[in-house]
């Protein structure tokens, strides 16, 4: 945002942030998701153009004609997901901008067989690189950063303020509509770095009484405060989308969350390997 502003002409733009690492932007899967689901209140006609707008930046990206972001920041890869569930990628195969899904059967060659999965093309976006990229730039556009936690708006004595605070931001602008979602994944370590991740899989499997959300994508670095300059890692396994774990004491979201890795992890090993591992 300060980034597009200063391109716009506007002056004194500076970024308040309470932290630089540990952010969901760095961690993301880095999945396009055209956001065109049903947990926005947006019109679906607005979301749609949203997420074709969306699709335009990392076509220009993709196609190294972008101002300041650069073409390794995207890809293309096949995604894999139930055929009769929804990724939110359908919205690119109706306007033609990816090939139509094909139906596939998913074979590991260990025995274990998924059928009735659909083989879509989307982009893949390595978020390290893109935040990189962007501290890059603020960095050449010299807009000051702050480091500071900003409570309540009366706090900010700008003219205009651009709430991008994620997890935060529903607070501060006093919005009951947004909403927090914890979630759970692994990093992949494996010798093969993430050379064999040529794929993503996004998909729900079935475990105890409901359908539990399971994906894989490929990742090569993880940045934390502790490891700045990143560590390398192969991939990522997850997840979990569970809403409103913020209202949850210390030993409650500790409870949740063993009980989610558990569940992650056997879920997990019965997909690729089968129950008798
Ligand atoms: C494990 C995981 C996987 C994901 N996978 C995908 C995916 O595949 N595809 C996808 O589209 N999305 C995915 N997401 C979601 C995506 O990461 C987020 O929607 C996105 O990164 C949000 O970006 P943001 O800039 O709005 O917020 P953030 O990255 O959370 O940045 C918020 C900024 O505001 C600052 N801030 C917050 N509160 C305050 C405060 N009170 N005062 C001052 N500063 C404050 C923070 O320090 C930070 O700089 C995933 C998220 C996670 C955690």
Redesign the pocket.
């Known amino acids: 945002m300060a980034i597009e502003l200063c391109r716009k002409g506007f002056k004194d733009v500076s970024i308040?942030?309470?932290?630089?690492y540990d952010?969901?932007?760095?961690?993301?899967?880095?999945?396009?998701?055209p956001?065109t689901g049903e947990e926005t209140t947006l019109p679906l006609q607005l979301r749609t153009r949203r997420a074709l707008e969306t699709f335009h930046v990392f076509h220009q990206i993709e196609h190294g004609n972008h101002p300041y972001l650069l073409s390794n920041v995207v890809r293309r890869l096949p995604l894999y997901s139930m055929a009769h569930s929804k990724t939110g990628v359908e919205v690119l195969e109706k306007f033609n901008y990816m090939p139509p899904r094909q139906l596939v059967t998913i074979d590991f060659g260990n025995g274990i067989v998924h059928e009735n999965y659909a083989k879509y093309i989307t982009y893949f976006i390595d978020?390290a690189q893109v935040m990189k990229q962007l501290w890059t730039e603020v960095k050449k556009l010299k807009i000051p950063v702050i480091i500071?936690?900003?409570?309540s708006f009366e706090q900010c004595t700008q003219d205009i303020i651009c709430n991008?605070?994620?997890?935060?931001?529903g607070t501060?602008a006093q919005d009951e509509l947004v909403y927090t979602q914890r979630?759970h994944?692994f990093l992949l370590n494996t010798e093969a770095g993430d050379a064999h991740m040529n794929y993503m899989l996004f998909t729900k499997v079935p475990q105890g009484e409901k359908d539990e959300y399971l994906y894989v994508?490929p990742k090569n670095s993880v940045h934390t405060a502790e490891y700045p300059d990143g560590r390398a890692c192969s991939g990522?396994l997850?997840?979990t989308f569970i809403v409103d774990s913020d209202t949850l004491s210390k030993e409650e979201l500790q409870k949740l969350d063993e009980t989610e890795f558990q569940k992650l992890q056997e879920r997990a090993q019965e997909f690729f390997y089968g129950k008798d591992l």
Do not use: N, Q
């Open positions: 308040s942030t309470k932290a630089l952010l969901p932007s760095w961690r993301a899967g880095g999945f396009f998701d956001g978020v500071e936690e900003i409570c991008c605070a994620g997890l935060a931001g501060l979630g994944f994508f990522m997850g997840g």
